[in-house]
């Protein structure tokens, strides 16, 4: 156990609040992109609606108490809960922080998730060495960030073609009207799953570190009010938007008909949900980008503009371990007081 002021625990809880805030924030694109880009909704009703769902999760995780797996992962299957300290969250929360606000600034839709995933393992490496990582939650979450968004571009490319059967015999006026209400639904379904996901990673944060600080005993378990805190924070941050990276996701990457923004939205929602039940953080950011690749790729590969799309591709490369190093040098500050 590891001794600190109650001030202090307070203040680096509003500090992993105010992550989680910023992951809402970063990440908004990822619920609303497709239904601006088709102008199914105007942004700001966008945003309202993908909050809404974003806090929504915290019931669906009230009658599946299960799907909290996630934020296990992060609170101790990453990093050993026994030697993470507060110096370690400290470290973490500023690494992944940092990335995300130059991230978000260049209008680059990185991944808030392995921002933190890369932050708590340089923190917990600078503290503890390699010994200290828990390489079977690593290795399934490194291995997330491959199968992600190919698992949302084939199955978005899945969903265009089997619509496609179901709405053949439809006339163009039929098809439009039944897919904008389609999208709407699989919009909601995606805001849903992505709160699900994301919430969790700073629930897990907040959980171990009242357990290294000794105020929650026995079995790892996320406190309601942690919960309750996480996805409100994750919703207030999706209602102020990240409006360069919607324009990334939702635009420059390819351009989407109502049948594409739903194909892509459904299948990115699925790939969410199966994560979340079997506890892998998995990226928002490139889940949903990978379905959109896939709905435009289904129309025709030249639809995607694939020089943006590399551009993202890289960030993705280089988020882990350029946040694990501003981790480190985060958690080094700790050192010197």
Known sequence: MHELAFPLLVALIGVALAFDYLNGLHDAANSIATVVATRLLSPVKAVLFAAVF?????????????????????????????VITPAVIFGALGGAMFWNVVTWIRGIPSSSSHALVGGLIGAGVAHAGIGG?????????????????????????????????????????????????????????????HGL????KTMGIITVLLYSTGRLQGPFQVPH????????????????????????????ITKLSQ?????????????????????????????????????????????????VARTVVIAWIVTIP????????????TTLF
């Open 225 to 252: 009010w942690v919960a309750i805190s996480c996805y409100i924070a994750i919703a207030l941050g999706t209602m102020t938007g990240g409006w360069k990276i919607i324009e990334t996701m939702g635009s420059r």
């Open 54 to 82: 974003n806090f929504a999760a915290y019931f669906l995780t009230i009658a599946f108490p299960s799907l909290h797996a996630v934020a296990e992962t992060i609170g101790k299957g990453l990093v050993d809960k026994d």
């Open 259 to 307: 049948h594409q923004g739903f194909s892509a939205s459904l299948a990115g929602s699925i790939v969410l949900f199966s994560a979340s039940a079997l506890g892998i953080p998995v990226s928002t950011t490139h889940t949903i980008t990978g379905a959109i690749i896939g709905a435009g790729t289904a129309r025709r590969a030249s639809a995607v503009r694939w020089g």
């Open 133 to 193: 990582i828990q390489w079977t939650g690593l290795n399934k979450t490194l291995l997330a960030i491959v199968l992600s968004p190919m698992l949302g571009m084939m199955l978005a490319m899945l969903v265009m073609l089997a619509s496609s059967w179901a709405f053949y015999r439809a006339t163009a006026h039929q098809a439009e009207r039944s897919f904008r209400a389609l999208h709407l639904v699989s919009s909601a379904a995606y805001s849903l799953s």
């Open 322 to 333: 350029a946040s694990a190093v501003v981790g480190a040098a985060f958690y080094a500050l």
């Open 197 to 200: 996901n994301d919430a969790q």
